[in-house]
Nanobody
Framework: QVQLLESGGGLVQPGGSLTLSCAASGRTFRSVAMGWFRQAPGKERELVAAITNGGATKHYADSVKGRVTIARDNAKNTVNLQMNNQKPEDTAVYYC?????????????????WGQGTQVTVSS
């Protein structure tokens, strides 16, 4: 089991930047792939970015590619999502999630553990 706690959400102006952080507890953090998801009002939850357990492989949704970077620090049990050039359509609740295994094949599976979510609002 991995327990997850997100932080860093808030209000940001269009074109601005924001970094979300996820602190994980549990011995298995470094053995599982991690993902950041988001859910906007009236829409389904979608994968924003994912990273393998060792950090070698990353995946980004087409809608954020080039504007978002996912990174993890296995020594600190953290995974961050840096978001640049924010757009109003990025407004959503963002969730940190832990997959059931470490490889990139897990990116398309349903994560086993979720954080409580953090709100990101992009507005002037």
């Amino acid at each position: 089991q991995v327990q997850l706690l997100e932080s860093g959400g808030g209000l940001v102006q269009p074109g601005g930047s924001l970094t979300l952080s996820c602190a994980a507890s549990g011995r298995t953090f470094r053995s599982v792939a991690m993902g950041w998801f988001r859910q906007a009002p009236g829409k389904e939850r979608e994968l924003v970015a994912a990273i393998t357990n060792g950090g070698a492989t990353k995946h980004y949704a087409d809608s954020v590619k080039g504007r978002v970077t996912i990174a993890r620090d296995n020594a600190k049990n953290t995974v961050n999502l840096q978001m640049n050039n924010q757009k109003p359509e990025d407004t959503a609740v963002y969730y940190c999630a832990a997959y059931g295994g470490g490889g990139p094949g897990y990116f398309t599976t349903t994560p086993r553990n979720w954080g409580q979510g953090t709100q990101v609002t992009v507005s002037s």
